[in-house]
């Protein structure tokens, strides 16, 4: 079965710094790749998604991610965080093959950006 | 576009009663709905996948007679939590897909659910 691996439960960074927070699934059949954002008492928003194409994904504010099939790892980078940014950011892979449409999700990295 | 509505946000409910959660959405058909689980400081784990005009499937470990999961329309699904303890509390997010094909599912804003 498919499994997300967010090896980083903590990332603390100072701002302006730059961040990359890592995701490695488990499976190297087709997928789709997806990271959202959670602030506190609230839902999900998208950052990014890989469905095809090049592998290089930009995403809304300054995220961008790399989609590594051979590493099987879709890694979140931004070159220069904000203090809005701290929160908690969870990678989510669907599995083509499944044809259930469900998502994994890794069990998230919080960011705390640090003044 | 594609934005799915939860109500209510927060409720508090009495150890033995039921509640229940609505999902909408709100700009488009949703063929297939997800309801989530989040616990403190944790990730979301599936609870279960409901089609509209079909019974859910529940994923393993989840009680379906406890959470039950009614998508009767193309953009309304409700799960009711039966019978509530304390350990039910929770943060309960919904999700909805779109086409058929579409592998893309957008998200509610979530449901805190507190059992005294």
């Known amino acids: 079965a498919q499994s997300v691996t967010q090896l980083d439960s903590q990332v603390p960074v100072f701002e302006e710094a730059p961040v990359e927070l890592r995701c490695n699934y488990s499976?190297?059949?087709?997928?789709?790749l997806f990271w959202y954002v959670q602030y506190p008492n609230q839902g999900l928003q998208l950052l990014l998604k890989?469905?095809?194409?090049?592998?290089l994904v930009k995403g809304i504010n300054g995220f961008e991610a790399e989609f590594n099939k051979s590493q099987t790892s879709f890694h979140l980078r931004k070159p220069s965080v904000h203090i809005s940014d701290t929160a908690e950011y969870f990678c989510?892979?669907?599995?083509?093959?499944?044809?259930?449409?469900?998502?994994?999700f890794g069990t998230g990295t919080r960011l705390k950006v640090l003044a | 576009g594609a934005v799915v509505s939860q109500h209510p946000s927060r409720v508090i409910c009495k150890s033995g009663t039921s509640v229940k959660i609505e999902c909408r959405s709100l700009?488009?058909?949703?063929?297939?709905m997800f309801w989530y689980r989040q616990f403190p400081k944790q990730s979301l784990m599936l609870m279960a996948t409901?089609?509209?005009?079909?019974?859910?499937?529940?994923e393993q470990g989840v009680e379906k007679d406890k959470f039950l999961i009614n998508h009767a329309s193309l953009t309304l699904s409700t799960l009711t939590v039966t019978s509530a303890h304390p350990e039910d509390s929770s943060f309960y997010i919904c999700?909805?897909?779109?086409?058929?094909?579409?592998?893309?599912?957008?998200f509610g804003p979530g449901t805190r659910l507190t059992v005294t």
């Open positions: 499976s190297s059949v087709s997928v789709y």
């Open positions: 890989y469905l095809s194409g090049s592998t």
């Open positions: 700009d488009f058909q949703a063929t297939t």
């Open positions: 989510a892979v669907s599995d083509l093959t499944s044809g259930t449409y469900k998502y994994i």
């Open positions: 999700s909805a897909k779109g086409t058929a094909s579409s592998y893309e599912q957008y």
């Open positions: 409901s089609n509209e005009g079909s019974k859910a499937t529940y």
